[in-house]
Structures are given as C-alpha cells and as structure tokens.
C-alpha cells in the first residue's frame, strides 16, 4: 500500500480506533465460531462412538453356530471403522482448539492489548499538545487585549493633543500611558509570536510524528491480525483435510469388507455346521399284508420311527432328533455328538491344547536354561532358588505329559473318524505311539472292518451307537432294531385287529 494510516488518516482517530473495536468483534465471533465447531465434532464422536458400541455388543456373537458369516464379518468391519471415524472427528476437535481456537484467543488479546496501548500512548501526547494549545492561546488573548488597549490609548491622545481646554500636564499623562501600552503590547507579541512557534512546533511533531508513529503501529498490528487470521483459517480447513485421506481408508475397509461377502458360503455355513451326518430314513415302507405276515406297515416312517413300543406301551425312542439328558452331557471325546459335529470339535478342541501344549513346552525349557544358568552360576541364584525351579520342572513335566497325552488321544480318535494315518505323538506322551490302546472300544470294530472290509457308513455308525450306548437306558437301543421293533409291533396290532374282525364275522 503507497499511503499509511498516519499519512492519510491523520484527522481520522474516531475512525481508526472505531474500525479497530469491530475488528476485535470480528476476531472473537470467528473464536466463537471454531469453539462450537470443536465442541459440535466431540459431542459427534462420543454420540458415535457410543451408538456403534450398542451395535457391536448386539453382533459380537456368532450368528452361526460358533462361526462369523461373511456378511456379520462384514458389518463388524464397518462398525470397527465407524469407530476409527468417531476417533478421527475427536482428532478434528483437537486440531481446531489447538490451530484455531487458542490461536484466535491469543491474537484477539494481542490486538486488544496493542490497540488500548495506543490509544493510551495518543491521549497522552494530546494532552501535552492541548497545553501547548492552551499556552497560545492565553498569549494571544493578551497580546489581542494590549494591542486594543495600546490603540485605544493612541485614539485617545489624539484626541487630548487637537483639543484646546487640555492642560499640558493631562497631554504628558496621556503620552506616558500610551507608551506603557505601547510597551505592553510589544512584550506581549513576544509572548505571542514565542507561545505560537512552539505550539506550531509542538503540533507539527505530533502529527507528523508522534501521532503517526501510534497509527503506524496499529496499522501494522491490523496488518499482522489480518495475515494470521487468513492463516487460522486455512488452519481450521486444515484439520479437517488431514483426516480425509484416513477417512478415505476408513470408507475402503468397509467397501473391501462388503465386497468379501459370499452369499454362497453363509448360506452353506448353516448346512455345515449343524449337520449331524446320520443317514435319512426310507420316506415309504412296503404296504402291510395281514394274508402271509410279513412283517410291513402302511405307516410312513414319520408315523413310526419316532416311536418305540415295547410292552404294549408306547415310548419314545432315540433318533437323529433324540436328545436325552444322559446323551446330552459333554464327553470328554465328543462322542455325545453327531459324527460331523463330534469331527469339528475335535479339530477345535485339538488347536487348543496344540496351543496349550507348545506354552508348556516352552515355559519347561525357560525353566531348564534357568537351572542351567544356576548350576553353572551359583551366583545368579541360591540352592532354595534352584530347589524351586527344580520343582517347577516336574510340574511343567507332569502338565506337559497331561497334555500330550490328552492330545494324541484326541488326535487318535479324529484320525480314526476320518480315516487318516496317525501322527507322531507329541513330545511327553509315554505310551504306545501307535495309539491303538487309545482307540475307544466302541470305534475299534469300526476300524477293523474298515481294514477287512468294506461297508457302508451308516452301519458303521449303528455299530457305534450300539456299543456306546450300552449303558443308556432302554430307550435309547439303536435306531434300525427299535425301528423293527415298532414295525413288529404295527405288525402284531394289525394281525390281532385283523384276527378279531375275522372273529367277529364267523360268530
């Protein structure tokens, strides 16, 4: 700019120190502004941050069984960026009050300070100026007042001198009154034309410099709020643009995690957990014929495979749908399962004492190195700190066997269902690594018939469900025998009805 405030507004301090007043208004609406803005994006990311939790907690949980489908996976995924998105609005929050509002604050008090410093600074000098002023102008009243009385006296004289009745002593008198005017008149133009030099001076050094000086300082105070300002507000742009980029990342997991979904697999997920394996009854059996006693019924399995009759009473009998309170109870071996429930156990249960079988191994050998470093160190540790690392080992020893051989034994049994070699058994097992002591009696017929021969699966499980259950109750026989048997016993209701009609037609 060519022209300053103290050049070209040397007349205008109203104006300046007004504009500077609005100014200062202008700076703490736009602190207001970014507070509310930093105070809104919090109260967005806590409000967000706590509807997504309500969320996650409703779909933490397995919505199959003890698996995710894709599409829970999924919507977890987009709830977890939620959260990354709740916490990036709490980063805006931060980034505002510390580029923008406390920025603001500090440069509205500077301007604030500089401006009532100034106007300080300039009723000062204008005090001084205005007793200069006032000096001038008590001389020049009394010079004005000399001068009018000096000529009144001079008219005065006249006019004794051209009168003929005045006395030479009254024109004397008149004269030397005149010259003490005169006289008075002359010093006090002196005091004048002095007092009027300086405050001339006085007047030209304020508004030349003093006064120019001061508005020259606010000016460039205003200049400096001015650039600042245009800087916080790129800075309140600023914050948020720095997360969109991570925003951007945010919106692509949960895009990526979408994309991921297959219908396909959630609607086979269902399928393949919950499938028990067990074979699907005959949906028609042959028609009853009460001539030869064949052993039929014209009842569909649905009319009699849930039913077991012994005695003449009616009872329910097991099936793929029975559950007892005896069967339901855990086994050790999953054995209370369904054979494809009871092989994903195994594979779950196996991966965690696999798991708990390596942290054993590796706290065993921590503790070895550590007697070790005793024997050959007496000075790292005492004979009791040895005793009780000793200890530790045999205990580590006795968990480790523990594991191991619960481990293979599982690993036995799954091999056997699956018909896969069997592994080596894991380091600490003390038994017979071929594991056949630990193939339960109730599978070992299934095992030697599936190495002298073949047969079809569901007699294999008929064979192990009979010998499992051996010790159930009564009603719980295998399925095909307490299936003849409830087609024996249609079959003898129908012969005994059919009789006593025959009875009753021949009586």
């Known amino acids: 700019y060519s022209m300053g405030w103290g050049d070209a507004l040397w007349d205008q301090e109203g104006v300046i120190f007004s504009h500077l007043d609005k100014h200062l208004d202008f700076i703490n609406k736009c602190q207001q502004f970014y507070h509310a803005r930093a105070v809104l994006e919090q109260k967005f990311a806590k409000d967000l941050i706590k509807l997504t939790e309500k969320f996650q907690a409703e779909s933490s ?6 698996e995710h489908s894709t599409l829970l996976t999924a919507w977890n995924m987009a709830l977890e960026e939620t959260i990354h998105v709740a916490k990036q609005h709490e980063d805006i929050h931060d980034r505002i009050n510390e580029t923008c509002v406390v920025p603001t604050r500090e440069l509205a008090n500077k301007l604030k300070a500089g401006k009532k410093e100034g106007y300080s600074d300039l009723q000062t000098k204008k005090k001084k100026l205005q007793e200069k002023r006032h000096k001038f102008d008590t001389s020049r009243k009394a010079y004005e007042k000399a001068y009018k009385d000096d000529m009144d006296m001079q008219t005065k004289l006249v006019k004794i001198r051209d009168s003929s009745s005045a006395s030479k002593q009254k024109i004397n008198k008149a004269r030397s009154d005149a010259n003490s005017l005169q006289s008075a008149t002359g010093q006090a133009k002196d005091q004048y034309n002095t007092e009027r030099f300086e405050f001339g001076k006085s007047q030209q050094t ?43 990342k945010c919106m692509e997991g949960i895009v990526e995690s979408a994309t991921n979904i297959n219908a396909d697999n959630d609607v086979e997920l269902l399928a393949n957990i919950f ?7 005959s949906e028609i059996l042959p028609e009853f014929n009460p001539a030869d006693g064949s052993n039929q019924s014209s009842k569909t399995p649905s009319a009699t495979s849930h039913l077991n009759i012994k005695s ?56 070895a190195k550590t007697i070790e470093i005793y024997r050959n160190q007496p000075q790292f540790g005492d004979e009791k700190a040895l005793a009780a690392a000793e200890k530790d080992v045999d205990s580590y020893t006795r968990e480790k066997g523990r594991l191991a051989a619960k481990l293979f034994k599982l690993q036995v049994i799954h091999c056997t269902l699956t018909d896969t070699p069997i592994p080596q058994p894991p380091d600490g097992y003390t038994g017979d690594p071929s594991g056949q002591d630990l193939i339960p009696a109730t599978m070992r017929k299934r095992a030697d018939s ?46 005994q009805q059919y009789l006593q009609h025959q009875q009753q037609q021949q009586h």
Do not use: W
């Open 206 to 248: 304020f508004y030349i410099t003093t006064q120019s000086n001061i508005f020259h300082s606010l000016e460039s105070q205003f200049h400096s709020a001015i650039k600042e300002e245009g800087r916080i507000i790129c800075a309140y742009a600023g914050a948020t643009s720095e997360v969109l980029n991570i925003l951007g």
């Open 275 to 281: 499938k028990t394996g067990h074979n699907i009854p």
């Open 61 to 66: 949980k397995p919505d199959v069984g003890d």
């Open 312 to 367: 003449g009473k009616t009872k329910g009998f097991k099936s793929m749908f029975k559950h007892s309170r005896k069967r339901s109870s855990p086994r050790e071996d999953f054995s209370h399962l369904p054979p494809e429930q009871r092989k994903k156990a195994l594979v779950k249960k196996i991966a965690e004492l696999t798991d708990s079988h390596t942290k054993e191994s590796k706290r065993l050998n921590a503790v």
């Open 450 to 495: 599936q190495l002298s021969q073949s047969v079809s699966v569901r007699d294999v499980e008929e064979e192990e469900e009979e010998e499992s259950d051996d010790d159930d109750e009564d009603d719980d026989d295998d399925f095909d025998n307490q299936y003849e048997d409830a087609q024996t016993y249609n079959q003898k209701q129908q012969q």
